[in-house]
């Protein structure tokens, strides 16, 4: 239960976010996108729980987490909250145009869901998932090269990337795209760096860019 507390807290700010926002506990789509977040963080404990290891490594990373990853995800929190916001002002109370009607609320539901998926078999398939990018020397740290991480080389952050693009369809907001745009900037500049760091310091990682080419997609990048 202590593990949970952190997201129990976090989903209750984004909440509070969101509804404060939109002046009203009847903007349904703050319920149900936090929803997903309570499920998410459920599911993520389950799939934890055969790997305590990797649990107390995501719950206190240990030490060598890179400066800038700090920064960056920092800034990817401040901009979630700012996606809230927006939404909250846009679609529960101000109704600024254009609106987004049903069809877009379930494909960003779909989009959420998928990208959850993806985030989740990269987590059970990698032991060394950490919350920070860090070379994991204290847990001898190797290469992921199964699973998902024969398709793309940070499965992880695809997923949270697709999660994150269906985040203004589901809150129902087009306002609230471009604050998650600069979100999937940030990530996509991390996963950049993130590879630079493995590929300089990870023994092996070199090889796996050679078999497994592209980083977040397949054909493209």
């Given at each position: ?127 060394f998932f950490s919350s920070v990018v860090r070379i994991q020397r204290d ?75 592209f980083r977040l997609v397949p054909g493209l990048w």
């Open positions: 239960m202590k593990s949970l507390l952190p997201a129990i807290l976090s989903n209750l700010l984004f909440l509070g976010i969101l509804l404060g926002c939109a002046g009203t506990p009847s903007y349904w789509p703050a319920w149900i996108y936090v929803g997903t977040g309570v499920l998410m963080s459920a599911l993520t404990r389950v799939v934890l729980r055969k790997n305590p290891e990797l649990l107390a490594e995501r719950g206190r990373p240990g030490p060598d987490a890179k400066p800038w990853d700090k920064k960056l995800l920092g800034l990817g929190f401040l901009l979630t909250l700012a996606t809230q916001i927006v939404a909250g002002l846009d679609a529960g109370r101000h109704h600024w145009n254009p609106h987004l009607a049903w069809p877009w609320f379930a494909a960003g539901l779909f989009l959420t869901l998928a990208g959850m998926t993806l985030f989740l078999l990269a987590l059970k398939e990698n032991r847990r001898g740290h190797t290469v992921c090269d199964s699973g998902p991480y024969r398709v793309v080389r940070h499965p992880g952050s695809a997923g949270m990337i697709i999660g994150t693009l269906g985040i203004p369809l589901l809150l129902m907001s087009a306002w609230s795209a471009i604050p998650t745009a600069l979100f999937v900037a940030v990530m996509i500049a991390r996963t950049h760096l993130e590879d630079c760091a493995l590929e300089n310091e990870l023994e092996g990682y070199r090889a796996y860019q050679q078999s497994t080419r």
